[in-house]
């Protein structure tokens, strides 16, 4: 099924600028993995070296905060919308 | 003569471009990437690491020093390495969810990019050496380096277990040398088979450190033309080698002296650079490691012309400045320029040997590295 993913402000410079990618999977880690697939260098962020999904992303789906070790788990419907973002701290 | 400087920091990259090394325009990139290195291809393409707690370590390269693209390969360990829990322990104040998995190694920084003999090369923390041959689309773990027999006595420095400082021989492709803090430099003479510690008549860290691989190196410098010379910043002291790291003495002539945590006393700092034609050594010693900034707060950068002997330089350097100046927050453009940054988001120039200074750029981020090119 298809969703649409919103990358935060520093991980926009990495796809040209784009706010929004269009994405293929029915949890936030399927999505995650095919948005790596199709674009490696944000896969980078994504993923670390053990494959697990780095522990400070946070997702905002369905009015819900959901941590990274929580996204296999959550599933997603056709035409959703996943807010990706972060942990927040430093001045 | 043109010089860019690209100058990373805390909050992403300041490129300075000047065209006679007195007017300068800045233009800050990579807006919210940490930007921890950066080096030049010979081909003029330049590469910057960035490392961000939330989104991990990449490379962005740029031809131009104004559009970059990040590139799809970067170090990265294998699934199968292990790490160093103390390292892990240093290294995970954002953990907030205290999720840090116990067991792997990660590349969690990129403390310097080296370019030489047609590869670049990558120290990382968890210290490690990583090599790419395709400029930068895929890297290799240097096994012999990663896996050395040694590790398990390597301990974390203050910033943890960092491999900083990358030496290479301009006439010997096979030897090079790498820093990690604070387990030491180490040599290799067979392109990356086998390495060696090489610090020999250098005090470990602490006492209680191992004798051969407890050195806390902060930087090394030397001219990759006459390589056995090297130069050498340690936690405790400044030092010298005539024989490519075999042996070192201690070179504090001129150099003021601070007594570290310890008690120990010798001059303390971070950044060492060379001027190759004028063989010509710059450091910046700070108050010992309690402090970390210029004693008396003067700023002050220390010339050896004879690799024996130093004299401050202080024209133009700020009177009141409790900044520090990290290791790879230094360069030289081969020219008689040298430039470098504060951890208070100052960049200094000087065009003669450092004999007098100008601030050419205030108010950046904390500096975690200058490179520079001319162009």
């Given amino acids: ?91 | 003569m043109g010089v860019a400087l690209v100058v990373g920091t805390k909050k992403g990259a300041a490129v300075l471009k000047s065209d006679d090394r007195k007017n300068w325009d800045v233009q800050f990139q990579l807006r919210g990437w940490p930007v921890t290195a950066s080096a030049r291809d010979d081909k003029g393409r330049t590469y910057v690491a960035v490392n961000s707690e939330n989104y991990g370590v990449a490379i962005f390269v740029s031809d131009d020093l104004a559009e970059w693209k990040q590139l799809a390969g970067a170090p990265r360990y294998r699934p199968e390495d292990r790490g160093n829990a103390e390292h892990h322990r240093i290294v995970s104040q954002m953990d907030f969810t205290g999720l840090l998995k116990d067991g792997g190694r990660f590349v969690d920084q990129i403390w310097t990019l080296h370019w030489a003999h047609g590869a670049l090369y990558a120290g990382v923390s968890e210290a490690g050496l990583f090599v790419s041959r395709d400029r930068g689309e895929s890297w290799q773990p240097i096994d012999g380096f990663n896996n050395h027999p040694s590790r398990d006595s390597w301990t974390p420095g203050f910033g943890g277990l960092g491999a900083h400082t990358i030496l290479t021989d301009g006439k010997n492709p096979n030897r090079m040398w790498v820093g990690v803090s604070a387990a030491g430099l180490f040599r290799t003479d067979d392109g990356g088979k086998t390495w060696n510690p090489k610090n020999k008549g250098v005090n470990p860290a602490v006492d209680s450190a191992p004798a051969s691989t407890g050195q806390c190196i902060h930087h090394a410098a030397h001219d990759p033309a006459n390589a056995d010379v090297i130069f050498r910043q340690e936690h405790r002291g400044v030092h010298r080698s005539d024989d490519g790291g075999d042996t070192w003495r201690v070179i504090e002539d001129g150099l003021p002296v601070a007594e570290l945590s310890d008690g120990h006393r010798c001059s303390f700092g971070f950044p060492m650079v060379m001027d190759r034609p004028s063989r010509s050594v710059f450091v910046v010693p700070l108050d010992g490691d309690n402090f970390r900034f210029p004693r008396s707060g003067q700023l002050a950068v220390y010339r050896s012309d004879d690799g024996e002997r130093w004299r401050a330089r202080t024209k133009g350097l700020p009177q009141n400045c409790y900044a520090g100046v990290l290791r790879g927050a230094m360069a030289v453009d081969q020219q008689s320029g040298i430039y470098f940054g504060t951890t208070s988001g100052s960049i200094y120039a000087s065009s003669d040997l450092g004999e007098s200074w100008r601030e050419v750029a205030s108010g950046l981020p904390r500096v975690m590295s200058v490179e520079v090119c001319t162009t």
């Avoid at chain 1, 935060?8 to 269009?22: A, C, D, I, K, Q």
């Avoid at chain 1, 896969?43 to 070790?69: C, P, S, T, Y």
């Fill in chain 1, 1 to 91: 099924m298809s969703v649409r993913v919103q990358l935060p402000p520093v991980l926009r410079s990495v796809m040209g600028g784009e706010r929004w990618l269009e994405a293929q999977g029915n949890s936030i880690a399927a999505v995650l993995t095919d948005l790596a697939r199709r674009h490696p260098a944000l896969g980078l962020h994504f993923f670390d070296e053990q494959g697990a999904i780095r522990r400070n992303i946070v997702f905002l789906h369905d009015g819900e905060m959901v941590r990274a070790k929580d996204a296999g788990a959550r599933r997603i419907e056709q035409g959703d919308e996943i807010v990706l973002t972060n942990a927040l701290a430093g001045g």
